[in-house]
């Protein structure tokens, strides 16, 4: 995650209650958990491990299953107009090529972006998941995994059914993938690239007298923004911070302590008390007291309607992962058809002496696991199904459409997407992401160069293709300053038992606090850590202290 996201973010996950956590991870302790495993070997001792054949072998499902076998595969809904999930060109090109051919029934199983947890944990309290359980982050994937609701993998089993997806992904699964000592992830790879990035209304800058280039830090940015309010034109964005805690990096000491970061980083759990979320709490409280930023930036709680404000010309600025058929410039131009749009530097979010700072991604997107509930042949599927979508011509297909319809082939091999085409076979808004990512993070060729040409080509706007390359640009030029957080092998379970009641603590606190007069921040700030690590913070500090000092993390 970038800490550009510190000005939106896009990523709302809500979470359910501790009773339908307990109740879900009651239901499946001492249930059929251990027989739905598959055996850590080639043996055939529990009741949904993989049939054998006489020499020993996997059971052969090259020429489809003797009997229909129903796959369910999670994709998110992200609410794009006009487009249907479960039901389209591709949904039914993958049941064409893929389930025909295997007597195998694709149902997509929508869950919503916004509240992808919350739709699990339903999902998995009535019993109706999907074969994969997936979140992109390991904090909630442990969460799952807590819960009993994931078996525990045979890797000659995921060999045998997907050699090739095997061969792409066996390091990461092998280094990655245990937890207390079991075989529990599969993952999708994630090539070193990000497409988020945040727009600014150029033209407005640029009424106020200044220029990109002078947004050196988060002072210049603050001097901008109060420049905007006086001259009428408007103010930065804002939006609830939910489940998804990277506002301070940019606020964070460099170099960075691996200890301390193992100790506060947590996607899911806010690290309210550090000096650093002080100090950015202390500039939100300023920005906010001053009119600098959208004044009900707390009811911003979807990213429906963070664009709407920007949209109507109401902030100068809006995150979002960038792509070629992104409609928010169109929509924008349509309100106000004088606006310009550039991508906001990081140096504007970075406090004058600090360094801008962001979340360096594990090197895998997708965290999968399979559903506990899931039969020996259904998990064969899912296998089958990763092989096949990870043949070039598959992949390149669901990310690429029809050659001649959704794009053409330049003379490098690349698909240069045909913008304007609205038929039977065009891609999502985000170019059937939510389909592939199953595999791999973003579309991928053989040679490095024509990748990042294709980069290009994917995430420019028509007419703004200096977007795309400005978004690389500064990619490239705060590298260095993005690392990971730390990845614990050991489940946290006060960040289990905690997370939920913590995340709406922490946004009544925090609002609370950015609220607050000038002269009463200090006080309230104070109130707000008291009462957070009351409420669980400390446990969990403590439970994360002693897996630090026991060397459970990387």
Same mark, same amino acid.
């Given at each position: 995650m970038?800490?550009?996201?510190?000005?939106?973010?896009?990523?709302m996950t809500?979470?359910?209650g501790?009773t339908l956590?307990?109740?879900?991870?009651?239901n499946?302790?001492g249930?059929n958990?251990?027989?739905?495993?598959?055996a850590?070997?080639?043996s055939?001792t529990?009741?949904n491990?993989?049939a054998?054949?006489?020499e020993? /072998?996997?059971?052969?499902?090259?020429?489809?299953?003797?009997?229909?076998?129903?796959?369910?595969?999670?994709?998110y809904?992200?609410a794009f107009?006009?487009?249907n999930?479960t039901?389209?060109y591709?949904?039914?090109?993958?049941q064409?090529? &893929?389930g025909?051919?295997?007597n195998?029934?694709v149902?997509?199983?929508?869950?919503t972006?916004?509240?992808?947890v919350?739709?699990?944990?339903q999902l998995?309290?009535?019993h109706?998941?999907p074969?994969?359980l997936?979140?992109?982050?390991m904090?909630q994937a442990?969460a @799952?995994?807590?819960?009993?609701?994931?078996? #525990?993998?045979n890797?000659?089993e995921i060999a045998?059914y997907?050699?090739?997806?095997?061969?792409?992904?066996?390091?990461?699964?092998e280094?990655? %993938?245990?937890?207390?000592?079991k075989?529990? &992830?599969?993952?999708?790879?994630?090539?070193?690239?990000d497409n988020?990035?945040?727009?600014?209304r150029k033209?407005?800058?640029?009424?106020?007298?200044?220029k990109l280039?002078?947004l050196?830090?988060?002072e210049?940015?603050?001097?901008?923004?109060?420049?905007?309010?006086?001259a009428?034109l408007?103010?930065?964005?804002g939006s609830?911070?939910?489940?998804?805690?990277?506002?301070n990096?940019?606020?964070?000491d460099?170099?960075?302590?691996?200890?301390?970061?193992?100790l506060?980083?947590?996607?899911?759990?806010?690290?309210?008390?550090?000096?650093a979320?002080e100090? @950015?709490?202390?500039?939100?409280n300023?920005?906010?007291?001053?009119?600098?930023?959208?004044?009900e930036f707390y009811?911003r709680n979807?990213?429906?309607?963070?664009?709407?404000e920007?949209?109507a010309?109401?902030?100068g600025?809006? %995150?979002?992962?960038?792509?070629?058929?992104t409609?928010?410039?169109?929509? =924008?131009?349509?309100?106000?058809?004088?606006?310009q749009?550039?991508v906001?530097?990081? =140096? /504007?979010?970075?406090?004058?002496?600090?360094?801008?700072?962001g979340?360096?991604?594990?090197?895998?997107?997708?965290?999968?696991?399979?559903n506990?509930?899931?039969t020996?042949m259904e998990?064969?599927?899912?296998?089958?199904?990763?092989?096949?979508?990870?043949?070039?011509?598959?992949?390149?297909?669901?990310?690429?459409?029809?050659e001649?319809?959704?794009?053409?082939?330049?003379?490098?091999?690349?698909?240069?997407?045909?913008a304007?085409?609205?038929?039977?076979?065009?891609?999502?808004?985000?170019?059937?992401?939510?389909y592939?990512?199953?595999?791999?993070?973003?579309?991928?060729?053989?040679?490095?160069?024509?990748t990042?040409?294709?980069?290009?080509?994917?995430?420019?706007?028509a007419g703004?293709?200096?977007?795309?390359?400005?978004?690389?640009?500064?990619?490239?030029?705060?590298a260095?300053?993005? =690392?990971p957080d730390a990845?614990?092998?050991?489940?946290?379970?006060?960040?289990s #038992?905690?997370?939920?009641?913590?995340?709406?603590?922490f946004q009544?606190?925090?609002v609370?606090?950015?609220l607050?007069? =000038?002269?009463?921040?200090?006080?309230?700030?104070?109130e707000?850590?008291?009462?957070?690590?009351e409420?669980?913070?400390?446990?969990?500090?403590?439970?994360?202290?002693?897996?630090?000092?026991?060397g459970?993390?990387?």
């Open positions: 970038s800490k550009m996201k510190v000005f939106t973010s896009l990523l809500l979470v359910v501790t956590l307990a109740g879900c991870s009651d499946n302790k249930s958990n251990a027989t739905n495993a598959p850590a070997t080639n055939n529990a009741t491990a993989p054998e054949s006489p020993g /072998a996997f059971a052969d499902y090259s020429k489809g299953f003797p009997e229909k076998v129903n796959l369910e595969i999670p994709v809904e992200r107009e006009g487009w999930v039901d389209n591709y949904t039914r090109w993958i064409k090529e &893929f025909d051919k295997y195998v029934n149902k997509f199983i929508p869950i972006r916004s509240s992808e919350t739709d699990f944990e998995l309290a009535s109706k998941a074969d994969i997936f979140h992109y982050d904090p442990l @799952y995994y807590s819960e009993d609701v994931m078996q #525990e993998l890797y000659e045998n997907a050699p090739t997806y095997w061969k792409n992904m066996s390091e990461t699964i280094q990655y %993938g245990k937890v207390d000592d075989n529990v &992830f599969f993952f999708a790879a994630r090539p070193a690239v988020f990035t945040t727009l600014i033209d407005w800058v640029e009424k106020v007298g200044m280039e002078d050196t830090s988060l210049k940015y603050n001097e901008m923004l109060t420049k905007w309010k006086e009428g408007g103010a930065g964005a609830l911070l939910q489940n998804n805690y990277t506002y990096y940019a606020f964070r460099w170099p960075v302590d691996a200890k301390e970061r193992a506060y980083s947590d996607l899911g759990v806010a690290d309210l008390t550090t000096p979320s100090r @950015y709490l202390r500039n939100l300023d920005q906010y007291n001053k009119g600098l930023i959208d004044k009811l979807d990213d429906g309607k963070i664009k709407a920007f949209v010309g109401k902030t600025t809006y %995150g979002l992962y960038l792509a070629s058929n409609d928010v410039i169109t929509a =924008t131009l349509a309100n106000n058809p004088d606006a749009f550039a906001l530097p990081p =140096t /504007a979010g970075t406090p004058e002496g600090y360094k801008p700072q979340r360096a991604y594990w090197p895998f997107g997708f965290i999968m696991g399979i506990y509930e899931s020996e998990r064969a599927a899912v296998w089958m199904y990763l092989e096949w979508m990870s043949q070039p011509e598959n992949l390149f297909f669901l990310q690429n459409g029809v001649g319809q959704n794009y053409t082939l330049d003379g490098e091999g690349i698909a240069v997407k045909n304007d085409f609205k038929g039977e076979s065009v891609l999502s808004q985000n170019n059937n992401k939510d592939w990512a199953l595999v791999i993070e973003s579309p991928q060729y053989a040679d490095p160069a024509v990042r040409k294709a980069y290009l080509r994917n995430w420019s706007p703004y293709e200096y977007l795309a390359e400005d978004l690389l640009k500064y990619y490239d030029q705060t260095e300053f993005r =690392t990845m614990f092998s050991v489940v946290l379970e006060k960040v #038992e905690y997370k939920a009641d913590l995340n709406s603590l009544e606190l925090y609370k606090v950015v607050a007069p =000038t002269d009463q921040f200090d006080a309230m700030y104070e707000a850590k008291k009462t957070y690590l409420a669980g913070y400390q446990e969990i500090l403590d439970e994360k202290q002693a897996a630090i000092d026991a459970k993390f990387n």
